[in-house]
Nanobody, 122 residues
Framework: QVQLVESGGGLVQPGGSLRLSCAAS????????MGWYRQAPGKERELVAE???????NYRDFAKGRFTISRDNAKNTVHLQMNSLKPEDTAVYYC????????????????WGQGTLVTVSA
């Protein structure tokens, strides 16, 4: 079984920074495109940033210049460095992998983590 586990959320003041991490666990062969999403109270889940296995990145406009997504293919991890945080960044942040292949060759599609809460407040 393949799982994604996020960490790094918490309470931060406006203007502060947080670094989120997501680790894929299980007997993993390959993790393909990964991304960070967020869901604020009363709102739909939305893409924050995504990164391909070849390190190509894509950001939503609100994340550009403030957030940086990165990954370590050897460790099957993805990170989201968030700077200049604003109260409107408050949300549960989720990690997602579009496709994961385990050592038996089994494909897992649309694998989500359980989420980590980020609260930006004075």
């Amino acid at each position: 079984q393949v799982q994604l586990v996020e960490s790094g959320g918490g309470l931060v003041q406006p203007g502060g920074s947080l670094r989120l991490s997501c680790a894929a666990s299980g007997s993993i062969s390959t993790v393909y495109d990964m991304g960070w999403y967020r869901q604020a109270p009363g709102k739909e889940r939305e893409l924050v940033a995504e990164i391909s296995r070849l390190q190509n990145t894509n950001y939503r406009d609100f994340a550009k210049g403030r957030f940086t997504i990165s990954r370590d293919n050897a460790k099957n991890t993805v990170h989201l460095q968030m700077n200049s945080l604003k109260p409107e960044d408050t949300a549960v942040y989720y990690c997602k992998a579009d496709r994961v292949v385990d050592l038996s060759g089994t494909n897992y599609f649309e694998v989500w983590g359980q989420g980590t809460l980020v609260t930006v407040s004075a």
